[in-house]
């Protein structure tokens, strides 16, 4: 979800500039971000959706001719184009297999080193992923838990499905859910807890350990009545 004062303010956060009031209106936390920015910047704008947000945005970038640049990320070609029509979008390629087997190793083994027995298990799993990064990275957080385990190794390959085919990224709901399912018990309660909070939002301790102590006197009060 965009919310352009959260955008507004992480600016400021990686400029230091501190904020004093944090009511102060988009207006003038834009005019701040502006005069953060007059001399020579780089900024990258991630995973941008729309491309009205930009128009929304884009007035927070001072363009004083000194070479400054704004990089746009998005998975919607059209917003690229909407965003910059003089400029043909640059495609980023999906990874080639030496570049993911390095990517995968260094997940579970935190060095480009793989025992041979894992190897054609290893093979195999990198097929399934077909070289999106975010794929090989999840596939390597579950790995680790057991990170020479032959079985395991096969128990994931069998859980992978196929994720990539040569025209578009499917949905990886599931797949994501394979990472959450191999959570302890214990901290699957916190990751969902922790979903409340909007994404991208900076969580302040004292609001979880607000609400944590209103959950456990909810769970109280409900126990004695």
Not at 19 to 48: C, F, H, P, T, W
Not at 81 to 110: G, H, I, N
Request: with cysteine; aromatic share 8%.
């Amino acid at each position: 979800k965009y919310e352009k004062k959260e955008v507004l303010l992480s600016i400021l956060r990686s400029l230091k500039i501190s904020i004093s009031d944090q009511n102060m209106s988009e207006a003038d936390l834009v005019n701040k971000v502006r005069d953060g920015l007059k001399y020579r910047y780089l900024v990258v704008v991630d995973d941008v959706w729309e491309g009205e947000h930009w128009d929304n945005l884009k007035g927070a970038f001072p363009d004083n001719n000194n070479g400054s640049r704004v990089i746009i990320t998005t998975r919607d070609v059209r917003v690229a184009q909407y965003v910059s029509p003089k400029c043909e979008p640059y495609q980023l390629r999906f990874m080639k297999l030496q570049e993911a087997e390095e990517l995968l190793r260094m997940k579970v083994f935190e060095e480009n080193k793989c025992p041979e027995e894992l190897k054609p298990n290893e093979r195999l799993i990198l097929e399934k992923c077909n070289g999106l990064p975010l794929a090989i990275v999840v596939t390597g957080g579950i790995l680790k838990a057991n990170p020479k385990d032959a079985n395991w190794w096969k128990d994931v390959l069998d859980e992978v499905p196929p994720l990539v085919d040569k025209k578009k990224v499917e949905r990886i709901d599931r797949y994501i859910r394979l990472s959450y399912d191999n959570l302890h018990h214990e901290v699957k309660p916190c990751f969902l807890y922790l979903g409340v909070f909007p994404e991208n939002l900076e969580i302040q301790v004292w609001k979880v350990l607000q609400d944590r102590k209103s959950t456990r006197l909810n769970s109280s009060h409900k126990r004695s009545s």
